[in-house]
T-cell receptor, first 114, second 114 residues
Framework: AQSVSQHNHHVILSEAASLELGCNYSYGGTVNLFWYVQYPGQHLQLLLKYFSGDPLVKGIKGFEAEFIKSKFSFNLRKPSVQWSDTAEYFCAVNAGNAGNMLTFGGGTRLMVKP | NAGVMQNPRHLVRRRGQEARLRCSPMKGHSHVYWYRQLPEEGLKFMVYLQKENIIDESGMPKERFSAEFPKEGPSILRIQQVVRGDSAAYFC????????????FGSGTRLTVV
């Protein structure tokens, strides 16, 4: 069974700092990759997704993620964070043999200090 | 408006009572997924259903928990004889048969067992 690891459980940054959140998965075949964000007290919302093509994917609110197949990674980045980016971020993987199933990482809580 | 409707938003139950959580998927979505989010923990998969079928229930506790998605009406997650440890946020997500857009999540039901 596939697994998804998010190594940073808590990240604290000051506004304008750059952000990179790690995501690694265990499946060796074709994958579809997602990042979701959960603002305090709200539901999960899709930030960006990768299916094929350009491994650098741009999402909403200035976020991007890079798929590096050789490293089984799909790290999330943002050049300059804002206080409003304070949220929990979840990486998710849909493996090619898993039908519609998404496997989620444990999440990373980001706090941005004003 | 998340498109996936969950109700109630908040549910308080005494130990030993039953909790019923409802989820109406987005229009056109035939697949429903239930996740549990415990305080300070990530998102844990519980069950994946299509209309009248349980596809994967590998994340469901063996006792007291059940789920259904009838031909008509919402999906129901039922927890019998609730205990304090059942207190959590329960999120429902839905998707169309193909996965390209990932899941759409509802706003969740926050269950508190007193």
């Amino acid at each position: 069974a596939q697994s998804v690891s998010q190594h940073n459980h808590h990240v604290i940054l000051s506004e304008a700092a750059s952000l990179e959140l790690g995501c690694n998965y265990s499946y060796g075949g074709t994958v579809n990759l997602f990042w979701y964000v959960q603002y305090p007290g709200q539901h999960l919302q899709l930030l960006l997704k990768y299916f094929s093509g350009d491994p650098l994917v741009k999402g909403i609110k200035g976020f991007e993620a890079e798929f590096i197949k050789s490293k089984f990674s799909f790290n999330l980045r943002k050049p300059s964070v804002q206080w409003s980016d304070t949220a929990e971020y979840f990486c998710a993987v849909n493996a090619g043999n898993a039908g519609n199933m998404l496997t989620f990482g444990g999440g990373t809580r980001l706090m941005v200090k004003p | 408006n998340a498109g996936v409707m969950q109700n109630p938003r908040h549910l308080v139950r005494r130990r030993g009572q039953e909790a019923r959580l409802r989820c109406s998927p987005m229009k056109g979505h035939s697949h429903v997924y239930w996740y549990r989010q415990l305080p300070e923990e990530g998102l844990k998969f519980m069950v994946y259903l299509q209309k009248e079928n349980i596809i994967d229930e590998s994340g469901m506790p063996k006792e007291r928990f059940s789920a259904e998605f009838p031909k008509e009406g919402p999906s129901i997650l039922r927890i019998q004889q609730v205990v304090r440890g059942d207190s959590a946020a329960y999120f429902c997500a839905s998707s169309p048969p193909a996965i390209p857009d990932g899941y759409t999540f509802g706003s969740g039901t926050r269950l508190t067992v007193v």
